[in-house]
């Protein structure tokens, strides 16, 4: 007697990442995608709409984050098994994966070498954790269905009663002009270089010769706070140059660059929180790669997660982005909250 195909439904944002899960799945005869989705609500409606077995689910997604489209399929679907993938490594948000009932979770930049595993594992009621993960210690409980749910607990050995999340700051402002902007970020800095925070500004040319006169006008010593090591100003083209690679931010590269940028600046403080402020990523709007931007904003949010930083992006908007309501709406999603005027 043969025995029908698994049905599964694939969420991610980003078009070629999907293909690559379809076609990696496609090598399982006992798989059959059923559906793809690419955004939060559009995955809830599919699940309850198609009935899937199994969800390989992206975390950073627009409208819904993975995180609540699984506490939705929960209540939807109880008997489906999630898989989800992202590019984060952060173990606080893989717990509150497990925690939801998901069995699996891989860090997207292993997925060519664990993506058929971890399904595997998955589909056998196993759980699978990605080597791209922090080594810790990770227990779970038996996995047993409890009035048609799965339960499943991960404990971490120094943090089993811990409830918090790592401190997550990753906010955005959307300015009707330069003037605008500048007048914000001038608030912005001063008050961070007063209360002893160090602080990196990312911006274009314009902008940071706009804030510093502006900081010397409202009598903050900028020359100063550059020589003591408080504030760091960037060329947002030199960031660019350092983190691209084949017109996409390289996730290895930012990391890396970002991270050793806030080191240097937490380093000898007596308050190590950093304070940032970014124009990468809306520069990379402003010129027509919005996929671009949307990846770095992810990559960014990541960052917020896993160091010590505040981080705040400034967008100026044109007419032409203000009428781009899906990228306004995906770029609001990478954030942890959207400052108002």
């Known amino acids: 007697m043969e025995v029908s ?3 599964v439904l694939v969420v991610d944002d980003y078009v070629p990442f999907r293909r690559f899960v379809r076609s990696t799945l496609a090598k399982r005869q006992n798989l059959k995608v059923i559906g793809e989705a690419s955004d939060g609500l559009e995955a809830v409606r599919k699940t309850e709409e198609l009935k899937p077995d199994l969800i390989v689910l992206d975390i950073g997604l627009p409208t819904l984050n993975g995180i609540e489209v699984a506490r939705q399929v929960r209540n939807l679907r109880p008997e489906c098994k999630i898989l989800f993938m992202s590019q984060g490594t952060s173990v606080d948000v893989a717990q509150e994966a497990f925690n939801l009932g998901a069995l699996g979770y891989i860090v997207k930049t292993h997925a060519g070498s664990e993506l058929l595993a971890a399904v595997d594992e998955v589909c056998q009621g196993r759980r699978f954790v990605s080597k791209g993960l922090p080594s810790r210690n990770w227990i779970s409980t038996p996995i047993a269905p409890v009035s048609g749910r799965l339960s499943v607990e991960e404990v971490l050995p120094s943090s089993a009663a811990k409830k918090a999340k790592i401190s997550h700051c990753h906010e955005v402002q959307f300015y009707s002009d330069d003037e605008a902007l500048l007048l914000a970020l001038t608030c912005f ?8 925070n160090p602080v ?7 902008h940071r010769t706009g804030l510093f006169d502006r900081l010397l006008a409202r009598g903050v010593d900028g020359a100063a706070a550059i020589e ?5 100003p960037m060329d947002v083209d030199l960031a660019l140059s350092a983190l691209m690679v084949n017109g996409l931010p390289d996730r290895v590269r930012f990391l890396s660059v970002l991270g050793d940028l806030i080191s240097l600046a937490a380093k000898g403080a ?3 929180r950093v304070v940032a402020f970014g124009e990468i990523a809306p520069t990379l709007w402003a010129r027509g790669q919005a996929e671009a931007a949307i990846l770095l904003e992810h990559l960014s949010d990541e960052l917020a997660m896993t160091h010590n930083v505040e ?3 400034g967008y100026v908007l044109n007419s032409f982005q203000r009428e781009q309501d899906h990228i306004y709406e995906r770029i609001c999603s990478e954030h942890s909250a959207i400052r108002s005027r």
Request: proline share 3%; aromatic share 6%.
């Open 189 to 196: 800095v001063e008050a961070a270089l007063k209360a002893k």
């Open 200 to 206: 990196i500004v990312v911006a274009t040319e314009s």
């Open 228 to 232: 003591q090591g408080f504030y760091l």
């Open 270 to 272: 007596d308050h190590p």
């Open 5 to 7: 195909a698994l049905g």
């Open 311 to 313: 981080i705040l992006c």
